[in-house]
């Protein structure tokens, strides 16, 4: 099975986080990931993939323009169905970045996804809309991002593995 991590990243710090979430997904069999910046997406391995996680920074307490641009003219890709999860990274804990989650989130449910957190419920890490990277935080966070690429890539085998959708 495919899952998708789509990104912009200008300084590089969303793009480590990309890669340290991958390497949770990996933590779980049977699973190909496609890291891909928003100029170089993969359109078959998108659209193959069951899962797409979405990452941005926050960019004036908000999702970054770069990635609600794709969405605003995004209509080529059609996501309908899979499953999509978000992450951020910020330089403040209030600097605004679970707003950019939920930005991203309004744009999944726009497209129809099925959007799952990584599930606060299942314990710690308390994860409530997606992870958050604050500067002061980072290197810390790196364990909180891979737990969450492990419980989607988890999530994504419960939905689909056997199911004909
Ligand atoms: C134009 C701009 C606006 C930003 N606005 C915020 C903000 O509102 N809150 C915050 O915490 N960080 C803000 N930042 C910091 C970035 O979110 C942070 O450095 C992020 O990790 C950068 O990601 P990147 O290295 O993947 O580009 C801003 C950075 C830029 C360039």
Same mark, same amino acid.
């Given at each position: ?7 912009? *990243? ?6 480590? $986080? ?10 779980? *069999? ?29 960019? $004036?307490?908000?999702?970054? !323009?770069?990635?609600?641009? !794709? ?16 992450? *951020? ?19 999944? $449910? ?14 710690? @890490?308390?994860?409530?809309?997606? @992870? ?11 364990? $909180? ?21």
């Amino acid at each position: 099975m495919k899952i998708s991590i789509l990104y912009f *990243s200008k300084t590089g710090n969303t793009k480590e $986080m990309a890669n340290v979430i991958s390497r949770g997904i990996k933590k779980v *069999s049977d699973f190909e990931v496609g890291i891909f910046d928003l100029e170089n997406i993969d359109d078959d391995f998108l659209l193959e993939s069951k899962a797409v996680i979405f990452g941005t920074p926050t960019y $004036m307490a908000n999702t970054c !323009w770069q990635l609600k641009k !794709w969405f605003d003219e995004g209509n080529k890709y059609n996501l309908e169905g899979k499953l999509g999860a978000v992450f *951020s990274t910020a330089h403040y804990a209030q600097g605004g970045g679970d707003i950019a989650l939920l930005t991203l989130i309004n744009h999944l $449910m726009v497209k129809g996804m099925i959007v799952y957190s990584g599930g606060s419920a299942l314990g710690k @890490p308390f994860i409530h809309l997606g @992870p958050v990277a604050i500067d002061e935080n980072f290197e810390k966070s790196k364990k $909180m991002f891979e737990i969450f690429g492990e419980r989607i890539a988890l999530k994504t085998k419960e939905i689909f593995l056997n199911k004909n959708i």
